[in-house]
Each structure stands twice: as C-alpha cells, then as structure tokens.
C-alpha cells in the first residue's frame, strides 16, 4: 500500500534500463552473443564490454566468474545523485555515491525484497550508440578486437619513403619469397611535417620449430591486445585512413592506445586473400577502469 504520494515531477526519471551479464570469459562471450544473437560489440576492454542489442538498445557483459549465471539490471537516469538524495531521505537501502571515469555517478540499490539494481548516470555505454562515436570510415570493411598470441616472423628492415612507401615494400616482399602471407610490422600511421623516411618490416610469418632463412632476420611479435581494421585487398590508399582510426579509438573508453616505438607496441599490416588487416594495439589504463562490483 501506498502511503504517500510521489511527486514525479521532480523526482529523475529514469531514462532507460540496461542489463548487465556476468561471464566467466570476456572473449569468449563476446564472440558467443556476436555469432548467435548478432549483437555487436561497441566499446570494449579486457573486463568489461558494452554491446548493442539492436539499434539504439545496449547490454554489457563484465567478466567476474564469482557472479557467472546471475545478470543485474541497470537504471539509467538522468540526475544520478539527485536520485540519491531523494533515496536516502526516503530510507532506501542505497550505496554510497561514486563518481568513476567521464564523469559516470554510479550506486546500488535495493528493493525491501532484496532486488539490486544499479543506478547511474554518464556517457558510457549511450555514447557508443551515437553515430558521431562509431568508425565511420567508408573504405573500412569491418572492425574487431582480438587478443593476438606471439608471433614468430622472419623479415628484412626496409627504409622507406613516407609519402611513397609501395615500392620499397614490393621490392622487399619480393626478396623473401616464402610462400606466406605479407606482414608489415610498424608501418606508417602518422605523417610528421619535416619526416620524410620511415622504417619498418616487410615479413612473413614463421612456424615455431622452422629455421631462418639466410640473410632474414628474426622478429618475435609479443602477444598483445589489437584493434583490427580491415580493408578491401585491392584498396591502394588504406594508409590514409590511419590518422582517423587512430584518433577513434583513442577517443573510446577504455582503451589506452600505445604509441608507436614504445616497447612492446608492434603495429602490423597482414596482407591476406581477400582483405589488408591492420592490427594497432591498445592497453588498458590504470585510471581507465571502474569495479563496479
């Protein structure tokens, strides 16, 4: 029974509900809900992912094995910490107010049933559905983000010119004839006023047990987290794309994009059959994560 009337015209309204699924394995997941539902993944990081449902509804998938099999429900508001006010002064079993990353306000909250339900507002996971946010680049195939183990490569060091890289590149690629798909390892991602060179590796991918050829060298490509890009096999000017996708998913949550040069930040170019794959590796900041245990 009601005791008291609510006076919603001041009280937040909450603006949409998202639920969040907690599994064992992140990766695992994603590719589950992508292949079976057709979900596709918008912001992403190694424990937390945000996916869209269908257009403009979104779910998020958080890897915590202690809470697999259980989901949560989300209230998106649009004054978190007014809400809170109001919660608490109404006796509500409420948390304590966070403020986490972009200015997300974030809380539990409980039913006098024992229900919990988040409570939040901020940009994270609504951003991603805004066309402005997406990779909306028009020779760009597809997108995704992989975990990518070691790689073993044997390859020649080429200098090359910035403006015009093809031809060295062909030339090198012609030297190795292995019989195996091309991989250029650092290859040009920015254009410096005054730089006219840039040096890089033309490769091929190697077994583990396989010996170097004479005169290559060897190139042990760590494992690493990728953003992958990918192009049409005949597109001559995917390069120019770099500066743009780079920018992009520097801009995405979560992700801490790792400059070129740093140790252990190999960029790679995989010429495949019937598409260019450009991996452009990423971390995941320190001050870019929230528990939202």
Sequence with gaps: MITKPLNVA????????????????LQDALEWYCRCLNFRVLAYNPHFATLEMSPGRICWIHQDAARKGQGQINFHVRDAAALHDHLEREGADVDPLEIGVADTHWYMLRDPDGNSFGVWNGLFGLNETDNVNRPDFPELRSYRFEKMPSKRCVGIPVTVDVNHPQAAIATA????????RLVIVNPILE???????HRLWVCSELSIDAAVPGGLDELVIPEQNYAVFSFKRDQKDFRSQYSDIYRWLGQQFGFLKTEPGAAGAYHLEMMLEDRIDAFIPYATGLDETHDYD
């Design 10 to 25: 001041h009280m937040p309204v909450v603006a949409s509900v998202i639920p969040t699924i907690f599994v064992t394995n």
């Design 173 to 180: 690629a012609e030297r190795l004839k292995l019989g195996e």
């Design 191 to 197: 254009r410096y006023a005054g730089v006219k060179q």
